[in-house]
């Protein structure tokens, strides 16, 4: 990605995963026991959320899970602008115009070949 304007180049094809660190996980729980499931449709474009329904002490709970691709971006770089102008993914009849560059769906994909992902997940009872 170029911003020909500042000159600044974002190179993504050669992201290395490895050296991301979550500036949330001291606050983040694990959640991996929990079954989940997705509901989209079998040529989507991106699986980012999903849901989980659970009992826990009694008491039934719906778990609603959304990828978290912020932790592979500082904000205030280039990168956030990109999406400051691109704050959706738009889908037409046509086509699909994602709301991040494709690796970063790619990184925070809820597909079940990932590895354990970062989500923001809100609980409701």
């Known amino acids: 990605i170029n911003d020909n304007n500042n000159n600044n180049t974002l190179k993504i094809d050669t992201f290395d995963e490895e050296k991301i660190s979550d500036l949330d996980e001291s606050i983040r729980f694990d959640l991996t026991n929990y079954?989940?499931?997705?509901?989209?449709?079998?040529?989507?474009?991106?699986?980012?959320?999903?849901?989980?329904?659970?009992?826990?002490?009694?008491?039934?709970?719906?778990?609603?899970?959304?990828?978290d691709p912020t932790i592979y971006f500082d904000f205030g770089n280039y990168m956030t602008s990109v999406i400051r102008d691109q704050p959706a993914t738009c889908y037409l009849p046509d086509t699909t115009i994602p709301m991040l560059?494709?690796?970063?769906?790619?990184?925070?994909?809820?597909?079940?070949?990932?590895?354990?992902?970062?989500?923001?997940?809100?609980?409701?009872?």
């Open 101 to 125: 560059p494709s690796i970063f769906c790619k990184l925070s994909s809820l597909l079940p070949t990932r590895k354990i992902l970062q989500t923001l997940t809100v609980a409701v009872r």
């Open 35 to 67: 079954s989940a499931i997705a509901i989209d449709s079998t040529d989507a474009f991106e699986i980012d959320d999903a849901l989980s329904f659970v009992n826990i002490n009694n008491q039934n709970w719906i778990l609603i899970h959304i990828s």
